[in-house]
């Protein structure tokens, strides 16, 4: 075991660690809790589309896109490595997760040449903004119970029905669209997927307020809204298999959670006091933050496992879920504890009085997000149990039978 | 990067299974248990043969000298298989407190036949409840002497030495090497939770021993505390994969309401998350692995964080194999009680999970205060 890179990749760090130097502030230990707003500004969105633009012109924003469409055709490993610097400065949010790791790695799985050329380069280069355009009010965990309906009408489709939870659609240029086209057909069978316009007409987007008070995902109308069948992604009926390919991407994209994490809350147990005491010195926030600690290095251990699967050039599999799963859980965990270590203060959310600029109080308001977005704790405990410990699936009351007379309430 | 076993143990891990699952099939540690039997002494000696023992001991003491990547594999094999061996006294904490700390003639003496399986050595740290700290140790030696009254003594029963701490003339606390079947050495076998690995008590009175030169002071026996976690966390884990294993394959062949119970979530959830906490304690453990294979300062860290985590998923996964085998699990011809009292044993034999949360703690404030 060793952790030094391969003389190829310490030479493919090094070409990342220059271009991060001249481009960007290396983060200091304040910077831990900063962007810890969660709403993005117009301002904000202004800033990741020139950093974006920066990243593609570098060579950095499509390290394993092909180089016909302005990537690097790199390896993954190298792509690991260009997140494994880029986190270590101050950079702006990016809103181009969903359109260079997700939509476009769909489109080139799926689409015709056409369609390709048309979107790669402006999503690649920071134009365009995609958002992912999947769960509706009675489709979330279970995604292919879409009822958004599309009904062909010449060389168009006219699409009605509501999205919801879509992250960045208020100011995305592009939607992947899931539709159902044939309501007679099984669940899964009658689902046909599209790119759309996001300017188009019939298209409504209403920002949804959260918890925290703050908005970064809406509720997308669409009333008749026409979309050209050459905007269609893959063949009608095929809707499904495109949102696997999506949602396989998905699952390589790794987000990193926004923490707080073990290191804060450790700080945080070092500076505040218990009964006239360190807080630290206290057996149960002892024993508490053990086992944060244990969970955090172990994530970042188990990703550094399955670098070195990348590294031998095997594919890392559901297995990647782990990180997602136990650090959801584990942000809104300390968040709660730190806020408790405060005391009756605690409940203040000043910036001025709460300690780390109420980021505990702030976290303890989005983290419950974080184990909903992307895959509920639910579905990826499922994932786990049927993908890697090749558990059987759940008995399921909507096999075999018409989308249209699948049981939707209890009435 | 290469974070992963290298190829070389890769391919002995096949090797490895293969010989323990040929000699201990399900049912075969049980048969020892109620033949009375801790140790199969025929499978002790073809440990030694195939070089298992001496694995990460170096080849001027007898050793196959292949450091401690393939010591940590095997322990996580043993760990899985349940073998009936003193394997973790004799080479994670005997064989260690020597090549640590031992002179060379004491060296010379005692690795070789450790190595090969002739000599079987424990250490004798705990005098009754507690967790290993210096005031703890009461046991005293003078002029190479010991008297003290040392329990649980793990796998003492079988043991020829013992690596003994007791405080000297000045009141350190250190190590010395006393062999059990001397005069001044009394002892009496303890019933005990683990049902294959037993423990004794050693009464010594003026026991003749051999004190280890390089084990003077607290810090050396950390040392050696720190080193033997992280082996001891690989058992853990093979232990925890071992009980995830047992209960996954249960829960594919049990039906109920006309379908196997590893289709309903309330178990599939169960078993994914020991999956969880046994993938997080096996990357702690080989984290470790990688500190002790290069002497890291990082060692002391890394030791914590493995035994921590490693005693969490064993725990887990222990509990829950028995939940779900329900009524079955409760019996004594399934083997779910013998990962179930593994699981415990293991997570108190150099300290209890709340000593190491609290060491954990205090290495990692440390760290940051340098």
Request: glycine share 10%; with cysteine.
């Amino acid at each position: 075991m060793d952790f030094s890179d391969t003389p190829e990749e310490a030479a493919f760090r090094a070409e990342v660690r220059a271009f991060l130097d001249a481009n960007a502030q290396r983060k200091t230990a304040e910077a831990r809790s900063a962007n810890k707003s969660r709403a993005m500004t117009p301002e904000q969105v202004a800033a990741s589309k020139a950093w974006q633009r920066k990243k593609a012109e570098a060579g950095f924003a499509g390290i394993l896109w092909p180089k016909k469409y302005g990537g690097r055709e790199g390896t993954p490993m190298q792509h690991v490595i260009f997140l494994q610097e880029e986190e270590k400065y101050v950079v702006p949010i990016s809103v181009f997760n969903q359109g260079v790791n997700m939509a476009l790695p769909t489109i080139m799985a799926h689409g015709t040449e056409e369609q390709i050329a048309r979107h790669a380069r402006p999503a690649l280069f920071g134009d365009e903004i995609w958002c992912q355009l999947f769960s509706e009010p009675a489709a979330g965990s279970d995604l292919a119970g879409l009822r958004t309906r599309a009904v062909r009408d010449g060389d168009n489709w006219v699409v009605n029905g509501q999205k919801i939870w879509t992250s960045n659609a208020h100011f995305s240029d592009f939607g992947m669209l899931m539709t159902r086209t044939d309501p007679a057909m099984a669940k899964h069978a009658g689902l046909t997927f599209f790119m759309v316009d996001m300017r188009a007409p019939g298209i409504e987007v209403r920002p949804i307020k959260q918890i925290a008070g703050t908005s970064n995902f809406c509720e997308v109308f669409l009333s008749d809204v026409r979309i050209p069948d050459s905007q269609r992604l893959g063949s009608v009926g095929a809707g499904w298999k495109v949102a696997l390919t999506m949602l396989a991407n998905e699952r390589l994209a790794v987000s990193k959670a926004e923490g707080p994490d073990f290191e804060d809350i450790f700080l945080l147990a070092r500076s505040v006091e218990l009964d006239g005491r360190p807080a630290v010195e206290d057996g149960a926030v002892r024993e508490r933050l053990a086992n944060w600690y244990v969970q955090t290095v172990g994530v970042h251990y188990t990703r550094l496992r399955s670098n070195t699967a990348l590294s031998r050039g095997k594919t890392p599999g559901p297995e990647n879920s782990i990180g997602k799963l136990v650090g959801a859980s584990k942000a809104q965990e300390i968040a709660t504890f730190g806020i408790d270590l405060m005391g009756m203060a605690g409940a203040v959310m000043d910036p001025e009085l709460a300690p780390m600029e109420a980021w505990f109080q702030q976290a303890l308001l989005y983290s419950p997000g974080k184990r909903i977005a992307g895959g509920t704790d639910e579905i990826l405990r499922n994932i786990i149990a049927e993908r890697v410990l090749g558990l059987p699936g759940e008995v399921r009351a909507d096999k075999g039978i018409a989308f249209a007379d699948i049981p939707t309430s209890s009435r | 990067m290469n974070f992963d076993f290298s190829e070389d143990v890769v391919t002995m891990r096949e090797e490895v299974r293969r010989l323990l699952r040929d000699r201990f099939p399900r049912g075969a540690v049980r048969q020892a248990i109620d033949a009375g039997q801790s140790s199969d002494p025929a499978f002790w000696r073809l440990l030694g043969e195939m070089g298992w023992l001496g694995v990460a001991i170096p080849e001027e003491h007898g050793g196959a000298g292949m450091g401690y990547e393939p010591l940590c594999m095997i322990a996580e094999e043993m760990g899985a298989a349940l073998a009936p061996a003193p394997f973790s006294s004799s080479i994670f904490l005997a064989a260690e407190a020597l090549l640590l700390f031992g002179n060379e003639e004491q060296k010379a003496t005692w690795l070789p036949r450790m190595a090969s399986g002739e000599v079987i050595g424990t250490l004798a740290l705990a005098e009754g409840a507690g967790d290993p700290r210096p005031a703890a140790v009461k046991a005293a030696i003078r002029n190479d002497r010991i008297s003290g009254d040392k329990w649980p003594v793990v796998d003492g029963d079988l043991a020829r030495i013992a690596i003994v701490a007791a405080q000297g003339a000045d009141g350190e606390p250190g190590l010395a090497l006393v062999e059990l079947d001397a005069a001044g050495v009394s002892r009496t076998l303890l019933p005990a939770i683990d049902a294959v690995r037993r423990s004794a008590r050693l009464i010594l009175t003026d026991a003749p021993a051999d004190p280890l030169p390089g084990a003077q002071g607290w810090g050396a026996i950390e040392r050696l505390l720190d080193r033997a976690a992280i082996l001891f966390a690989f058992e853990q884990v093979g232990g925890a994969q071992g009980a995830l294993d047992m209960a996954v394959s249960h829960a594919l062949d049990r039906f109920a309401f006309g379908r196997p119970i590893g289709s309903f979530q309330a178990i599939k959830h169960k078993l994914a998350d020991i999956y969880v906490a046994t993938e997080l304690a096996r990357s702690n453990a080989y984290y470790g692995a990688w500190a002790i294979d290069n002497d890291a300062p990082e060692t002391p860290v890394a030791a914590a964080a493995a035994r921590v985590a490693a005693s969490n998923a064993y725990s887990l996964a222990g509990r829950e194999n028995i939940q779900v085998h329900g009524g079955m699990g409760l019996t004594w011809e399934s083997d779910c009680h013998l990962f179930y009292r593994r699981a415990r044993e293991l997570a108190l034999i150099v300290g209890s999970p709340r000593h190491w949360q609290g060491r954990l703690v205090d290495q990692l404030a440390s760290r940051d205060r340098e």
